[in-house]
């Protein structure tokens, strides 16, 4: 059998040389492979953050609020990917308002633009910082987004002074029957006068529907499922506090 010398003077058969030289060149394999897909894993956890996604606007409503407001933040977000579904949450310190939200996207590359609705309710007159945080992942909701939040923004608006003797025009909203079957009920004590809106939002704060209202108009149906529903009615620049309303089956 055939004699070598090994790097350190040894010397080896060359079936054993052979083996050796085989085993340490699937070592340095493996930890290269090991490497790489470190490296694929990092990639991949980043990758939302990397390919686009994007808080486009942030808006306060309304536009010009006072204590007797119900504030709330609308964040409009882009996605470069489908089915794009999240939720957002908030707190609040102070005048310092901080909010996340994490997106659950699908493989599908095509556009997805999503609203997020933090719901403030009234402040106290002053100036106001909301700072949103953006982050996103793929796969069904509760998914695990990447390391680094894809974007954030910052908002600051004003609640300004509530005016001497000021009533609350929804001082006598009240939604019935409820619970409502079939989704049909009435809204009552709406103000007489100006342009209202009815906002319709599931329990997460995501607003599910935006229907102008008819002046005297009362009688609504929704077709909305069964479930728990949050009502607001908006009108002057004013938003009414928000109205629980259960909606049953037949």
Known sequence: MDKRFTGGGEIIES??????????????????????YTLLMLLLALTPH???????????????????SFVEIHVDMMFPNSSCA?????????????ASTTHCMGMLTT?????????????????????????????IPNCTPGFVADDEDTLVFLVG???????DPFQLF?????????????????????LQELLIYDMNGRLLAAKQLAQGQQTISTGLP??????????????????????TGL
């Open 15 to 36: 079936g054993a040389y052979f083996l050796i030289f085989d085993i340490r060149l699937l070592t340095k394999k493996q930890k290269h492979m090991q490497r790489l």
């Open 50 to 68: 990397l390919r686009g996604q994007a808080i486009m606007s942030m808006t306060v409503v309304p536009a010009n609020p006072t204590p007797a």
């Open 86 to 98: 999240g939720v957002a949450y908030h707190s609040i310190n102070g005048n310092l308002i901080t």
């Open 111 to 139: 556009t997805c633009n999503d609203v997020d609705t933090l719901l403030l309710g009234q402040l106290a007159a002053g100036t106001y910082t909301v700072i949103f945080s953006q982050s996103s992942g793929y796969g």
């Open 161 to 167: 002074p509530l005016g001497i003797n000021t009533p």
């Open 174 to 194: 009240t939604v019935s029957p409820n619970p409502a079957a079939d989704g049909t009920f009435q809204l009552n004590g709406l103000p007489e006068s100006g």
């Open 226 to 247: 069964a479930g728990m529903y949050m009502l607001r009615v908006k009108s002057e620049g004013l938003m009414s506090q928000p109205k629980k309303l259960l909606i």
